[in-house]
Each structure stands twice: as C-alpha cells, then as structure tokens.
C-alpha cells in the first residue's frame, strides 16, 4: 500500500503562502499605546446617554459556595458586565471588563453578595462611571438522594445573579432560579378511574432585593425548596424500584395545577422578609398535548398586600 506520510510536504511556511498569505506591509501607524489615538476618549456632545454598554456573552468559570454538597463548586458562568456612559464620552474603555475579570480570577473570586458587591464598585471606578451592573448565570449542582434507599447523584438548577450599582445609591439584586419538577393534573386525578396524567413542569423564579436586607442563608437553597417543596414531587438523578414507587405515590398525593404551582411558591416568597418583590413563572411540558401550560405571577411586596 502507498505511503503519503513517506513523501515530504512543503514546509509550514511554504504551505501558508502557498494557501494565500501574503507578508504584512509597513505601515505608518504608530504601534505603540502612548503614541496611537485614542477614539474611546475623544470629547464631543454625542447626542445621548447610554444606559448601558459593555460586554455580554462572556463565558468564564467562576466559584461558588452552597449549603448543599458540593458545598465549594467551579461552574461556567455566561456573564454580562454593563457601565453607564455620559453624552459626552465617544466610548468606555472596554478592555478593562476584561482585565478586571482576570484580575479578579487571579485573585480567587468568588461571586457571592461581597464579591459582586466589590466588583461592581471597583468596575465603577475603574470605569470612570457612575453606575454598573453585572449579571452572571451559571449551573448550580448539588446532591440529591432518592427518598428511600438514599442513592446520590447530583442534580442542577440554573442560577442567576444581577447586582446594580448606582453611586449613592443601596446596591441592588436581581436573583434567579430555574428548577425543574413533578407536576400531576388534578383535574386528571379527579375524574379519571385510575391513573392520572403528569408532565415536567419548568419553574422560575426571580427576587429582587437591596444590600441593606440579605437573605440571612444559601438564596438558591430558599428559592429551590419555595419550588420543589410546593410541587407533586421534585426530581431525582439516581431511583431504584422502591424509591419510584415513593415518588410516584408522592405525586399522586400532591395533585398541582400550573396555577396551583404558581400561588403555593408565591405564597412562600412573599413570606420571606428579604424580598422587595418577586416574579413566579411555571411552565408545564404538557404530556397529553404538544404545547405548555403556563403561570405568571409579578408581585411587589412593597407595595401590594398578598389579601
Ligand atoms: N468602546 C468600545 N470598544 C470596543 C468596541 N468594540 C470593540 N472594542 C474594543 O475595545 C478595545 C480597546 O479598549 P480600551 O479599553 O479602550 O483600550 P486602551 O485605551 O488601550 O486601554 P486603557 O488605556 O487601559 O483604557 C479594542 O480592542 C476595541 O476593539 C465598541 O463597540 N466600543
């Protein structure tokens, strides 16, 4: 059989050219920082403010503590870091998001309230701006054991966290989590013979506070157990026979309209003192049809009364 490794290739260089590159031209650019314009800083009436601009999409690791086990995890955050900028400026000084975030790598980060709070007002300085917002949302694992035999695995929820600076003002929150669980149709339930339908259903939630009311433990803890303890059941990585049985029963037991999911986890936000206002979002995979059911509520508790 022929052997093509046996016959000698061009070499790299000859292969580039080869396939179209072509030497870099001289050029009378300045290539060095100090002697290049500066565009981004260049002084005019540009007609608006901007609320925000910056840089979104960016992906990064980033480390996180949790009550649950692992209680110390690395995940991978998508994050957005956004500044203000005045009429006057022409644009900011992107890079610096950037250099920040790495600096704050280097320095083993972690994005808890304190460590949002401090990049918020360092990005706010270095930026030259008056307000900042940082937005980071990533998977959060923890263990979860099957309700009788105890096997683990580990399930996730998607998490996210905003936080608003605005010099002179409180920080503000913005807090999320998307957690998916057992919902079984009453209405099934009720009028069926035997058996009853059940879907997945897809619950969200969002919270807002400020820096001067912080939730005393774990936010994504009180949020997960405000989802999965109103639902027909939460959902298990690893079960065994018995174990099904058990979450099947608990279902079966916990019958939940979209809109039934919807009031039980708003009732148990609107009780928790750290919470300004709140947003419930529930999504039901309907298994007996192909479109979702679905349940909003928006409810702010300072200024509405739940009765
Ligand atoms: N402001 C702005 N910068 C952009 C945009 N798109 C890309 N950039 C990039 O931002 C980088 C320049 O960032 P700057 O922070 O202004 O760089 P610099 O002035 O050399 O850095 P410092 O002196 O530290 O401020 C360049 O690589 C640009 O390509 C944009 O739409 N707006």
């Known amino acids: 059989m022929k052997s093509y490794a046996a016959q000698p290739l061009p070499s790299k260089e000859e292969r ?47 480390q996180i503590r949790s009550e649950l086990i692992p209680d110390i995890q690395t995940t991978v955050a998508e994050l957005t870091l956004t500044t203000s900028l005045q009429r006057e400026s022409k644009g900011i000084n992107m890079s610096r998001l950037t250099e920040l975030l790495e600096r704050y790598r280097r320095e083993k980060w972690e994005a808890d309230f304190e460590g949002l709070q401090r990049l918020a007002a360092e990005m706010a300085e270095y ?48 807090l999320k989590l998307q957690t998916a669980v057992t919902t079984l149709c009453p209405c099934s339930k009720e009028i069926s013979e035997y058996s009853a339908h059940n879907q997945r259903g897809n619950v969200t939630v969002t919270v807002e506070l400020d820096e001067t009311s912080l939730p005393q433990s774990d936010w994504k803890t009180l949020l997960l157990d405000a989802i999965e303890s109103n639902a027909s059941s939460p959902l298990h990585p690893v079960l065994k026979r018995p174990d099904e049985k058990a979450v099947t029963e608990r279902a079966y037991e916990n019958p939940r309209f979209v809109e039934d999911m919807a009031r039980l986890v708003a009732a148990d936000l609107y009780e928790m003192d750290f919470v300004k206002a709140f947003k419930v979002e529930c999504r039901n995979e309907e298994s007996i049809h192909l479109h979702d059911a679905l349940a909003v509520i928006s409810f702010d508790n300072t200024t509405e009364a739940a009765l």
Request: aromatic letters at 10%; one cysteine or more.
């Open 16 to 62: 580039l050219i080869r396939f179209g590159s072509v030497p870099p031209i001289p050029g009378n650019k300045p290539t060095t920082k100090e002697k290049m314009s500066d565009l981004q800083n260049r002084s005019h009436d540009y007609l608006f403010n901007i609320n925000q601009v910056g840089i979104c999409k960016v992906r990064h690791p980033i």
């Open 127 to 174: 930026m030259e701006q008056t307000q900042a917002e940082i937005e980071l949302e990533f998977p959060w694992f923890y263990e979860r054991s099957s309700p009788v035999l105890g096997m683990t695995g580990l399930n996730h929820s998607q998490a996210s966290m905003k936080v608003i600076y605005a010099q002179g003002n409180p920080l503000e929150f913005v």
